[in-house]
């Protein structure tokens, strides 16, 4: 029998966790394979542990991971794929936006060959105006610039294949954004498109901190763009430059005005002062990320497993 495990990486859901139990339990019952619910705890503050503790006690199933610390959201699903076996591995979010009555279409995809099952979704989250329109923008942004094609409308809510799992923990970069990662592989791919739920209870920790941060990882990660920014904005300095020194002499020449030096020196240090600052922080930014690989550290500290019955 196969054997497909569901990795949900835990972060103060203690309002979600038994829903969430529930709603798989229900959408896996008539599905004849071997299934393992693979809790990672990322250093929850509240009683997330405890309740996973209380489903292992009546389901054999029900494994945990606890993370020393909050690693992030990436790495706690990393410490997933690295601690199961299974024939296929399925990524979901733990707040019920992703449906769990969702797998059984995606097993079913995956049955038909395809190593990697995305959940696309049809529609985004019940946020404010102005974040669906920066998520919108950055992931136009995402599509047209990296050299990898990252599909649209998708999140961690994945099936992928224990070959690609295998191939994918090989990868040892600290900056992960597995949704990149994932399309970097090259695997052949299926869709299976739903509407994305509200969220059920609680607050998402994913703030705009995070947010950001995942952002720039799936920028930078995948894509050469932003060093090349200096390029552009010189050539666009240099022509700007060009046009405004035209102006001036043919406003002199023909027009006989007068302009004080100081006036143009200062526009132009100005506008340049702009352009430096944005180039240090692009540069920043790469350096920032090799003196984080270069560092070696573990991806991550794993304080206990449970029900795991290693040898």
């Known amino acids: 029998m196969q054997k497909v495990a569901i990795i949900l990486a835990i972060h103060n859901e203690e309002k979600n966790i038994d829903s ?28 997330s542990v405890a309740l996973i503790r209380n489903l292992m006690s009546k389901d054999k199933r029900v494994k945990l991971i606890k993370l020393t610390r909050n690693f992030g959201h990436q790495l706690a699903l990393s410490a997933g794929m690295e601690n199961t076996n299974a024939d296929a591995v399925i990524t979901m979010d733990t707040d019920l936006q992703d449906p769990p009555a969702l797998i059984p279409k995606i097993i079913e995809e995956w049955q038909k060959g395809y190593k990697v099952v995305y959940a696309q979704r049809n529609n985004y989250r019940d946020d404010n105006y102005i974040k669906r329109i920066m998520t919108k ?11 990898v094609k990252i599909p649209p409308n998708v999140g961690d809510f994945r099936l992928i294949d224990k070959t690609v799992k295998e191939d994918l923990v090989k ?3 600290r900056a992960r954004y597995l949704r990149g990662m994932v399309a970097w592989l090259g695997y052949n791919a299926s869709y299976v498109k739903y509407n994305r739920l509200n969220r059920s209870e609680g607050r998402s920790s994913y703030g705009f901190k995070k947010l950001f941060s995942l952002g720039m990882d799936g920028l930078i990660s995948f894509s050469m763009l932003p060093l090349r920014f200096g390029l552009y904005l ?8 060009l046009g405004f ?14 302009y004080h030096l100081y006036k143009f020196l200062v526009n132009v240090i100005f506008m340049f002062m702009g352009f430096m600052f ?4 692009v540069l920043g930014e790469y350096v920032g990320r090799i003196f984080g690989e270069a560092k070696n550290r573990p991806l991550y500290i794993v304080e206990s497993k449970e029900n795991f019955n290693e040898k």
């Open 20 to 47: 969430l139990y529930i709603e798989i339990c229900k959408s896996i019952e008539k599905l004849n394979y071997q299934f393992e619910f693979l809790f990672v705890d990322d250093g929850s503050k509240d009683e």
């Open 137 to 147: 923008s950055y992931y136009y942004l995402v599509y047209r610039i990296q050299g």
């Open 171 to 173: 990868f040892k970069e």
């Open 234 to 241: 010189g050539v666009i300095s240099i022509i700007l430059g």
């Open 245 to 258: 020194f035209s102006y001036m002499v043919f406003d002199i020449l023909i027009n006989n005005v007068y």
């Open 278 to 281: 944005i180039l240090i922080w």
